[in-house]
Nanobody, 118 residues
Framework: QVHLAESGGGLVQAGGSLRLSCAFS?????IGWFRQVPGKERELVAA????????YYTDSVKGRFTISRSNAKNTMYLQMNNLQPDDTAVYFC??????????????WGLGTQVTVTS
């Protein structure tokens, strides 16, 4: 069982920044950040392998979001800059032994709300 806990969500104006954190219990797993808005499928935003050797970003966040992790601190981060209203969603972190570019991750956190106002 892998435990995940997100934090750092909140309300920010367009153009602003937030840093999400995901505390994890298993440092050898890949971790992804997903987001979901009501009525839409969960979308993979970024993902990182256990050793940070491979990183994935969806096109809409490239150049604005940065994913990183500290296995010493058992924490993964998503730095989000130049946030836009379309980034408004509940953000989830998820863990799996493999880096996946779809939503079939094994373990999930409960999510944190990010709201971007125009």
């Amino acid at each position: 069982q892998v435990h995940l806990a997100e934090s750092g969500g909140g309300l920010v104006q367009a153009g602003g920044s937030l840093r999400l954190s995901c505390a994890f219990s298993e440092p050898t797993y890949a971790i992804g950040w997903f987001r979901q808005v009501p009525g839409k499928e969960r979308e993979l935003v970024a993902a990182i392998t256990w050793n940070s050797g491979r990183i994935y970003y969806t096109d809409s966040v490239k150049g604005r979001f940065t994913i990183s992790r500290s296995n010493a601190k058992n924490t993964m981060y998503l730095q989000m800059n130049n946030l836009q209203p379309d980034d408004t969603a509940v953000y989830f972190c998820a863990a799996d032994p493999r880096l996946l570019v779809h939503s079939a991750y094994t373990y999930w956190g409960l999510g944190t709300q990010v709201t971007v106002t125009s």
